[in-house]
């Protein structure tokens, strides 16, 4: 299909909550789920939904017949993943959204930069030529940059993500960056705080591994760290007491 001719109801969506407190912290969302991710993460939440080839399971004249309904109770839409940035037709299905009055974010780990821009409003070197299609992005930070390709399982992750992640704190775009934090990443945890800084990010909310929807590999190997709530806690508090430049908080979520 020309990209030209992609359209929002060809937006693969996996699944549709009507109504999160979560996903957008402080608004009241419907969260979109869209199919296909590029990135292969052990702790990932949503692995039945990584497969882009997989048809979407919720048409998305379902969004539509929400929205009609919840004119007046819900302030936004969420998209999420997988990575929502992966599908070409994100950009026209975030257009109608914002045409039906609701606010737009946007969950990315930043796997294309490029598509990115076209939300953000941005050119390549980041500057502004046009008004910005989200409102929010909660942004994933994975791993420090050299710990990227590692845990994603793609080369090149990092330069994506780095040059995504430097877009956003460029656009002046509402943003939460975020870590999820595994017993293998305890120790990437003040790199990642350091290279937030580098490029200009203001804090960073720690969120902690649960086995809940991760694959029954990483939930095994999670079961096997008896105390990890607790070395989580002491990395995280570790974290918040040298967050100088950037300031580190821990949530529930996740």
């Given at each position: 299909?020309?990209?030209?001719?992609?359209?929002?109801?060809?937006?693969?969506?996996?699944?549709?909550?009507?109504?999160?407190?979560?996903?957008?912290?402080?608004?009241?969302?419907?969260?979109?789920?869209?199919?296909?991710?590029?990135?292969?993460?052990?702790?990932?939440?949503?692995?039945?939904?990584?497969?882009?080839?997989?048809?979407?399971?919720?048409?998305?004249?379902?969004?539509?017949?929400?929205?009609?309904?919840?004119?007046?109770?819900?302030?936004?839409?969420?998209?999420?993943?997988?990575?929502?940035?992966?599908?070409?037709?994100?950009v026209p299905a975030v257009r109608r959204v914002r045409e039906a009055g609701f606010a737009v974010g946007l969950h990315t780990g930043g796997a294309y930069p490029g598509r990115l821009a076209t939300l953000l409003?941005?050119?390549?070197?980041?500057?502004?030529?046009?008004?910005?299609?989200v409102d929010w992005i909660g942004f994933d930070v994975k791993a420090s940059w050299s710990g990227y390709a590692a845990l994603v399982d793609r080369p090149g992750s990092a330069a994506k993500a780095e040059r995504?992640?430097?877009?956003?704190?460029?656009?002046?775009?509402?943003?939460?960056?975020?870590?999820?934090?595994?017993?293998?990443?305890?120790?990437?945890?003040?790199?990642?705080?350091?290279?937030?800084?580098?490029?200009?990010?203001?804090?960073?909310?720690?969120?902690?591994?649960?086995?809940?929807?991760?694959?029954?590999?990483?939930?095994?190997?999670?079961?096997?760290?008896?105390?990890?709530?607790?070395?989580?806690?002491?990395?995280?508090?570790?974290?918040?007491?040298?967050?100088?430049?950037?300031?580190?908080?821990?949530?529930?979520?996740?």
């Amino acid at each position: 299909m020309s990209l030209d001719r992609v359209a929002a109801p060809d937006l693969q969506i996996a699944g549709l909550v009507p109504l999160s407190t979560v996903d957008w912290p402080g608004r009241l969302a419907a969260t979109v789920f869209c199919q296909g991710c590029p990135w292969a993460c052990s702790y990932c939440h949503n692995t039945a939904i990584l497969d882009p080839r997989v048809p979407g399971a919720v048409a998305w004249s379902r969004l539509e017949q929400l929205l009609e309904r919840r004119h007046g109770l819900l302030d936004a839409v969420v998209f999420s993943g997988g990575e929502a940035t992966m599908q070409h037709a994100l950009v026209p299905a975030v257009r109608r959204v914002r045409e039906a009055g609701f606010a737009v974010g946007l969950h990315t780990g930043g796997a294309y930069p490029g598509r990115l821009a076209t939300l953000l409003g941005v050119g390549r070197e980041g500057a502004r030529r046009e008004a910005p299609l989200v409102d929010w992005i909660g942004f994933d930070v994975k791993a420090s940059w050299s710990g990227y390709a590692a845990l994603v399982d793609r080369p090149g992750s990092a330069a994506k993500a780095e040059r995504s992640l430097g877009m956003l704190l460029h656009s002046g775009i509402d943003h939460e960056l975020r870590m999820t934090v595994t017993p293998a990443l305890l120790s990437e945890v003040s790199r990642v705080v350091e290279a937030v800084a580098r490029v200009g990010g203001g804090s960073l909310v720690l969120q902690r591994a649960r086995a809940d929807g991760a694959d029954a590999a990483f939930a095994a190997q999670l079961g096997r760290v008896g105390d990890w709530e607790e070395r989580f806690a002491q990395t995280a508090d570790a974290a918040v007491r040298r967050g100088e430049s950037v300031g580190v908080r821990v949530s529930s979520r996740r």
